[in-house]
């Protein structure tokens, strides 16, 4: 069975800092790409952060040099750092695993909340 457990969402005021975690289990967690995806009320899911099991980091365009993301791969879990928080960061967060040996297999948490106040 797998899970991907979120915690570390909550309120705080802009310019504030949060750190959100994902931990995994059921899954062999270094075949599978982690990343953090967000969805505000109204608009699509996008892409926050994303990091493969060598390292390789990505991020969306509207949190480049606020976010990072990081994994440690020995306690299967990823984690994502959110400094200089706007509101327009305020959405539902959601972990993501991709297996990259089958790219058609992916996982999804069930989401956390961060609301950030002007």
């Known amino acids: 069975q797998v899970q991907l457990v979120e915690s570390g969402g909550g309120d705080v005021q802009a310019g504030g800092s949060l750190r959100l975690s994902c931990a995994a289990s059921?899954?062999?967690?270094?075949?599978?790409?982690m990343g953090w995806y967000r969805q505000a009320p109204g608009r699509q899911r996008e892409m926050v952060a994303t990091?493969?099991?060598?390292?390789?980091?990505n991020y969306g365009d509207s949190v480049k040099g606020r976010f990072t993301i990081s994994r440690d791969n020995a306690k299967n879990t990823v984690y994502l750092q959110m400094d200089s928080l706007k509101p327009e960061d305020t959405a539902v967060y959601y972990c993501?695993?991709?297996?990259?040996?089958?790219?058609?297999?992916?996982?999804w948490g069930q989401g956390t909340q961060v609301t950030v106040s002007s």
């Open positions: 990091a493969s099991s060598g390292g390789t980091t």
């Open positions: 059921g899954i062999e967690f270094n075949i599978h790409r």
């Open positions: 993501h695993a991709h297996n990259m040996w089958r790219t058609a297999v992916q996982y």
